[in-house]
């Protein structure tokens, strides 16, 4: 070989290699700040989220992204009382996870902890692939703790994003008297005190409590949607990435500001706005960038607090302290053993 050809070989090998993993696609990227407006067809949101509504039959723009999986079990009856509910936890959870339901019904999803708080706790669950067993497990399960939600799509992690907006279609049809919502992972440590303290006061929580005289009353902030945020974040153009996404789909430079999909909480108000403007946004494969887009969409202002842990927080009795919720407890038992020791520092 000449000397000269070898340069000429790498700079081949080197093209190649950033045009097969997708790099190259950093070169072509729309700037955000720039060209960024909405993701799905523009309209004015207000005058649809009124019509929707108000009975949601005449609406007149047609939505680019529904939920239309029929629903095996709808709990009908867990939102049925007159009574308000202050807080519903609406946990994603996989199929087959049986045992962390349980590990979490006998640690912060439980309904009775505070007597004078009404608390109510769902799990929501796609169908098994064709595995009668697994389904009849379902069944009973369901019949015993009656907190099931399913629909008829395949419970796969690829069909996350199905799992949200289902999340979103059932609280916005069948829970209409609850106050506030926490979407959480069925992997996650939760603080129910916590959660309330938050709620009282969220843009002063923690250190409103601190003061000495701590009143209680509780303020209700209609238009919360809170949890970690993450601002600036960019579209992964690496081809053997989990998050990748090519320049077809989303052609920008950032992603809009979004809440970590682990754990976030909705006030009543803001999941409707949520819930109306989701269904004219365009889907995307990840459901916390995709909620992002629709809060940007719909005017919802994003409050990113870091006691929502989108990662594990290393466990001591005094760090969990001002916890909401933390990430990482795949398993049951060390889940019931640290809300437990929580608890009893009177942190949950
Ligand atoms: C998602 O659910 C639909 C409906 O059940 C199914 O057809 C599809 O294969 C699922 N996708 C994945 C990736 O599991």
Redesign the pocket.
Do not use: V
């Given at each position: 070989m000449s000397r000269g050809r070898i340069p000429w070989l790498w700079l081949v090998a080197f093209v190649l290699f950033v045009y097969l993993t997708g790099l190259y696609q950093y070169a072509f990227t729309w700037s955000y700040s720039e060209y960024y407006t909405d993701w799905g067809p523009t309209h004015p949101l207000q005058p649809l989220i009124r019509q929707y509504k108000a009975g949601g039959e005449y609406i007149q723009v047609r939505p680019v992204n529904t939920f239309d999986y029929p629903y095996k079990y709808t709990c009908a009856e867990k939102c049925s009382s007159k009574e308000s509910i202050r807080l519903m936890y609406v946990v994603k959870s996989a199929i087959k996870n049986f045992d962390k339901r349980m590990g979490i019904r006998n640690s912060w999803g439980f309904e009775k902890r505070f007597s004078d708080v009404e608390i109510k706790t769902v799990f929501i669950l796609g169908l098994s692939d064709g595995d009668n067993h697994v389904q009849k497990l379902v069944d009973k399960e369901n019949e015993e703790q009656k907190d099931i939600i399913q629909a008829s799509?395949?419970d796969?992690y690829?069909?996350n994003s199905?799992k949200t907006m289902m999340g979103l279609h059932w609280t916005y049809h069948y829970c209409q008297n609850v106050k506030y919502f926490l979407f959480v992972d069925d992997d996650y440590y939760v603080s129910t005190r916590n959660i309330l303290r938050f709620l009282r006061k969220p843009e002063h929580y923690p250190q409103y409590l601190e003061k000495h005289v701590v009143q209680a009353v509780n303020e209700y902030q209609d238009d919360l949607y809170a949890g970690y945020m993450f601002h600036g974040a960019r579209p992964i153009r690496w081809v053997f990435s989990r998050w990748y996404i090519s320049l077809d789909v989303y052609p920008y430079s950032e992603w809009p500001p979004y809440i970590t999909g682990g754990a976030y909480v909705l006030s009543r108000k803001s999941l409707e706005e949520l819930y109306v403007s989701c269904i004219y946004t365009y889907s995307i494969p990840f459901d916390d960038v995709f909620l992002g887009m629709v809060a940007k969409k719909a005017g919802i202002k994003q409050l990113h607090h870091k006691e929502f842990y989108y990662y594990k927080r290393l466990y001591d009795v005094e760090g969990y302290k001002w916890v909401i919720a933390s990430h990482g407890f795949d398993d049951p038992k060390e889940l019931q053993r640290v809300w437990s020791e929580q608890r009893s520092a009177g942190n949950a």
């Open positions: 799509f395949l796969s690829m069909n199905i």
